[in-house]
C-alpha cells in the first residue's frame, strides 16, 4: 500500500511564504506522476502543480503560475511545493497525491490512485 503524507502547512500573512512536502512510502517513486490539489471550504478539490517522471516537466494552474513551484527528489521518496508570494486566496487544505497508472501528467483528480491526508494552509490579509 503507498502512503503519502504531507507536512509544511501552517498560517502566514499574505505576502509570505511556506514549502510543503509530501514523503511516498514506496520503491518506485520515480516512476510516479505526482501532483498538488486544494480544497478551500465550500469548493471542490482543485488542481495545483504536477511533476512528470525524468525529465520533470512540470504543470501549473494559472492561479499560482510564477508564485509556486513543484520539485521532486526521487532519493528522499519525497515531492515539494514552494509557495510564494501567498494570498489568501490560496486558504485551503492542500493534498499530494500519486498517479502511478497513467502515463502522461494530469490534471483530473480522479487520475491520481493516492492521497495523503492533507495540511492545512492558511493565509491571512
Known amino acids: 500500500q503507498v502512503q503519502l503524507v504531507e507536512s509544511g502547512g501552517g498560517r502566514v500573512q499574505a505576502g509570505g511564504s511556506l514549502r510543503l512536502s509530501c514523503a511516498v512510502s514506496?520503491?518506485?517513486?520515480?516512476?510516479?506522476?505526482m501532483g498538488w490539489f486544494r480544497q478551500a471550504p465550500g469548493k471542490g478539490r482543485e488542481f495545483v502543480a504536477a511533476i512528470s517522471r525524468s525529465p520533470y516537466s512540470t504543470y501549473y494552474a494559472d492561479s499560482v503560475k510564477g508564485r509556486f513551484t513543484i520539485s521532486r527528489d526521487n532519493a528522499k521518496n519525497t515531492v515539494y511545493l514552494q509557495m510564494n508570494s501567498l494570498k489568501p486566496e490560496d486558504t485551503a487544505v492542500y493534498y499530494c497525491a500519486a498517479d502511478t497508472t497513467i502515463q502522461a501528467v494530469t490534471i483530473d483528480r480522479y487520475d491520481y490512485d493516492y492521497w495523503g491526508q492533507g495540511t492545512q494552509v492558511t493565509v491571512s490579509s
Open positions: 514506496t520503491r518506485t517513486f520515480s516512476s510516479y506522476i
